[in-house]
C-alpha cells in the first residue's frame, strides 16, 4: 500500500538552503511520509550531499536542466501517493505548516499557505484574487484524484517563471476547489540580484500564457488588458534595471548586473519566440478549449 502522503521538492543547486529546507520537512511529518527531491541539473553536488545527510529522502535525478515545470511532473509521476505536496528548495516550513494544510486538504482540492521573507515582506497571496486561486507554486497541496481532472500537468513548454500561473488558472477554470490557509506560514528568501535568465523568461512565458489561456480562463483582470500592463512595466524595469514591484518596496531587486541594453535585447528576443512558437501555441489553445469544451458537455449530462 503506497504512502498516504508524499512531499516533492524541484532543486537545481540548492546547496545548504536544500538542505535546511528537507529538514524541516521531515521533521514536521510522519515517518512514513514520502520525500523526493527531484534533482534538475545541479552542478553543486546536491544529490550526494542528500542522500548523505538525509538517506530517508528519495532522490530522483533529471541529469540536465529542463525547468521546474518537468520537475515537478517527474516528481508526481515517482509518487504514488494520493496527497502531495510541492515545496520549493529554498522555502523553509514551520513545524506546523505541513500539518495545517495537510487538514484542510480535507475539504479542498488545493491548499496553499502563506508566503513570506525572513524580513516579514508578503510574497503571496498578495490580493483577493489569489487568496481564492493559488498563483505561486512555491509550496502548495493537492490530491492526486483533483489531478485527474485537469487537461494536463505542469506546461514543460514553460519551464519556469509563469508554469505556476498556467497551471493554477486552468485547475480554477475546471472548478477544482481552493483553500488558502492563512495560519499556515511559510519563509522564502527574498532575492536582490534575479538574473537575465529570470528576466527572459518571466516576459516570454507571459505572452506564451496569455496566447494560450486568452478567453478561456478567469484572471482577475481583463487579460488583454493585463498583459500591455504588464509588458510595460517589464520595459521600464529593464530601463531602470530593477523589478518593478521594487520600485515601491524597498530594497532595490535588480535584474542583472550587465547593461540595460542586453535586457531590452532580451525583451525582443522573448517577444519572438513566441512569434516563432506560434503555431505550437495555437495548438495548445484548441487542445485547450476543446478539453474545456467536452468537460462542459459531460457536466450537462451529469
Known amino acids: 500500500m503506497p504512502p498516504e502522503l508524499a512531499v516533492i521538492v524541484p532543486n537545481l543547486n540548492g546547496g545548504e538552503q536544500l538542505l535546511q529546507t528537507l529538514e524541516a520537512i521531515i521533521a514536521s511529518l510522519p515517518t512514513e511520509a514520502e520525500i ?34 518537468s520537475a515537478r511532473n517527474q516528481g508526481l509521476r515517482a509518487s504514488s501517493s494520493e496527497t502531495l505536496f510541492f515545496v520549493d528548495a529554498d522555502v523553509t516550513c514551520t513545524p506546523t505548516t505541513l500539518p495545517q494544510l495537510f487538514e484542510a ?12 521573507s525572513p524580513e516579514g515582506y508578503l510574497f503571496s497571496p ?26 494536463d500537468f505542469f506546461d514543460e ?4 517563471y509563469g508554469e505556476d500561473n498556467d497551471f493554477f488558472l486552468r485547475a480554477y477554470r475546471l472548478g477544482l476547489r481552493f483553500c488558502y490557509v492563512p495560519t499556515a506560514r511559510a519563509l522564502h528568501p527574498r532575492r536582490l540580484l534575479l538574473g537575465d535568465k529570470h528576466y527572459y523568461l518571466t516576459v516570454r512565458n507571459a505572452v506564451y500564457v496569455w496566447l494560450k489561456l486568452r478567453g478561456l480562463v478567469p484572471y482577475w483582470m481583463p487579460m488583454d488588458l493585463w498583459l500591455p500592463a504588464f509588458l510595460g512595466a517589464q520595459l521600464l524595469g529593464a530601463l531602470c534595471n530593477r523589478s518593478v514591484g521594487s520600485l515601491w518596496q524597498p530594497p532595490p531587486i535588480r535584474y542583472t548586473r550587465g547593461s540595460r541594453l542586453r535586457l531590452l535585447r532580451l525583451f525582443g528576443q522573448a517577444l519572438l519566440w513566441n512569434v516563432r512558437h506560434w503555431p505550437a501555441t495555437r495548438s495548445q489553445h484548441r487542445k485547450l478549449e476543446a478539453f474545456l469544451r467536452d468537460e462542459h458537455s459531460h457536466f450537462q449530462l451529469a
Open 126 to 151: 498578495r490580493t483577493p484574487f489569489a487568496r481564492s486561486c493559488c498563483l505561486n507554486s512555491a509550496l502548495f497541496g493537492i490530491r492526486r484524484s483533483a489531478l485527474a481532472r485537469l487537461d
Open 157 to 160: 513548454t514553460i519551464q519556469v
Open 105 to 116: 486538504l480535507e475539504g479542498a482540492d488545493i491548499v496553499f499557505p502563506q508566503i513570506v
Open 36 to 69: 523526493w527531491m527531484v534533482d534538475d541539473g545541479s552542478s553543486d553536488g546536491s544529490p550526494e550531499r542528500v542522500r548523505s545527510r538525509l538517506p530517508q529522502v528519495q532522490v530522483l535525478e533529471l541529469g540536465e536542466w529542463r525547468g521546474a515545470a
